[in-house]
């Protein structure tokens, strides 16, 4: 496995890439082993409830955001990107379970470019997000 440095960051067009430049060196110039984006809102009533569940839990307070730069070692020590399609919320959660050391880094967001495949529809984009929500609760206890 080549590279020190594993980012996600969402295909639909929300992040800037000057964020992601930015991310990049918080992770290359700290000691940090996860560096997580942090949105000044959240769209979603689901998603709030989600991050006051991870902010009590774990001191994260947007763990939905899509934009996070995890080190080599994160990955290698968990050993597995993500088992429940839940944009690497549980390599984070398990990251900050085992003491990895996180740097949260506000991030900007700009209108979707295109139409999402379920937030067109509230509910049903509240649903994901709880069963993100809970399938994180049962799978990182």
């Not at 997580?36 to 991050?51: C, D, L, V, Y």
Request: charged content about 25%; glycine content about 6%; proline content about 1%.
């Amino acid at each position: 496995m080549s590279g020190d440095i594993f980012v996600t960051f969402d295909a639909d067009g929300q992040h800037n890439f000057e964020d992601l430049k930015k991310i990049i060196s918080v992770k290359k110039n700290t000691d940090a082993d996860l560096v997580i984006g942090q949105r000044k809102t959240t769209k979603h009533f689901a998603e709030k409830i989600f991050s006051a569940y991870t902010n009590f839990i774990y001191g994260i307070e947007d763990p939905l955001c899509g934009l996070k730069a995890y080190s080599k070692d994160v990955y290698l020590s968990i050993g597995y990107f993500d088992k429940i399609k839940s944009i690497g919320t549980q390599l984070m959660i398990e990251a900050v379970k085992k003491g990895f050391k996180i740097k949260v880094m506000p991030v900007s967001i700009n209108e979707r470019e295109d139409s999402s495949r379920f937030y067109f529809n509230q509910w049903k984009a509240n649903c994901k997000i709880f069963m993100a929500m809970i399938r994180i609760i049962l799978l990182t206890k």
